[in-house]
């Protein structure tokens, strides 16, 4: 798949693309839900804007969507320059060393800081 054919896409659950391949993304559970907000809701209170579920750019052929993701501005539509924080809020179909490994493409990008939520 191509990246504008894959910018194309629009149905649910989101989606990651890495090098021509589509993955899509754990569904989440209520859980995950409750914590996703609860996240947002504590990261405003430290005066960030944090958003859910932002497709970012981090190579012209890989654009992933972390859980959570803080950043100083966010460029129109998919943010290029990396954020200041990306968070993973483990789904139970999510393997630890998959999303570690995602980190670690965050931090490859720039991203100082990556967060790993496990719910259980």
């Not at 804007?49 to 969507?65: A, D, G, H, K």
Request: with cysteine; charged share 25%.
């Amino acid at each position: 798949m191509t990246v504008k054919e894959y910018l194309r896409l629009t149905e649910k659950p989101y989606r990651e693309y890495r090098d021509g391949v589509v993955s899509v993304k754990a569904m989440p559970t209520k859980f995950h839900a409750i914590i996703q907000y609860a996240l947002l809701m504590l990261l405003r209170a430290q005066d960030v804007r944090p958003l859910p579920e932002l497709t970012v750019r981090i190579s012209p052929s890989q654009y992933l969507v972390p859980d959570v993701s803080v950043g100083k501005d966010f460029e129109e539509p998919y943010p290029t320059e990396a954020m200041t924080l990306c968070c993973e809020i483990l789904s139970p179909e999510d393997r630890l060393g998959v999303t570690l490994g995602k980190c670690e493409e965050y931090h490859a990008w720039g991203v100082p800081y990556c967060w790993v939520i496990d719910p259980v």
